[in-house]
């Protein structure tokens, strides 16, 4: 993993405020991504990592600084990311087999419906793909989500919270499926969670970020083999190590 997939280069960006004045929100940001690289930002709340994620996914543009994307300078949305949000973004019109289609544009890719199919057995949906979206429970309905984001082989997974909405079982289920996945396909992933146990479960390294205006504070490596046990020494360790440089008692 040592090609640069994404290069952050001092990013800045405030809105305005009363009076003409500007509210700084993202403070100097600067860091790098690997191909097939697993990154997850963590930081307190109202800090400025969904503007973060907004700016580094090409929907926002940055005061200053730049954000590279396989050397070319992201200046909006690209084909070879695709972001997934706690929102969610799946038609409540269509079934789950046409969700997945949906995305599938122009010709080179075969047997669209037989692709969409192999997706949805992939995220544990055999059997619902002619099922709607209001005929799912929460859980399945992320599946789909996750499974319309695979489809397309995007190159780079922009995650917001994916999984806040899901109660915990559930979100510990969609990351354990979401690792799987990982294992057999090659994506490079930024994960913005507020989730410190998501954080160190998941990701190859941990940033974390200041209080508004946000700069990285801090940056840990996760050296562990999957699965990992949340209840080992060493995630133990690292959590607390986290939780402290957030300001909060372990």
Known sequence: MSD?????????????????????????????????????????SG???????NIIAGFERPDSGSVQVDGAEQMGPSPKGIVISQHGSVFPWLTVRQNLMFGLNGNDHGDKAALADHYAAMVGLKGFESAYPHELSGGMLKRAELARAFVVKPEILY???????LDALMNMR???ELLRILGEERHTVL???????????MAD??????PRPTTIQASFRVDMPHPRKLSSPELQTLRE??????????
């Not at 994960?191 to 479960?201: G, K, N, R």
């Open 174 to 176: 969609m990351r354990t």
């Open 159 to 165: 995650m917001d919270e994916p999984f806040s909405a």
């Open 191 to 201: 994960l913005i969670t507020h989730d410190v146990e998501e954080a160190i479960y």
């Open 47 to 53: 800090c400025g990592k969904s503007t973060l994620m």
């Open 205 to 210: 390294r941990v940033l974390v970020l200041s």
């Open 4 to 44: 640069k997939k994404i290069v952050v280069t001092d990013i800045r960006k405030g809105f305005a405020a009363s009076k003409g004045a500007t509210l700084p929100v993202v403070g100097g940001i600067s860091f790098t991504v690997a191909d097939g690289e697993f990154v997850a930002i963590v930081g307190p």
């Open 241 to 250: 190590a986290i939780l402290k440089e957030l300001g909060l008692q372990a």
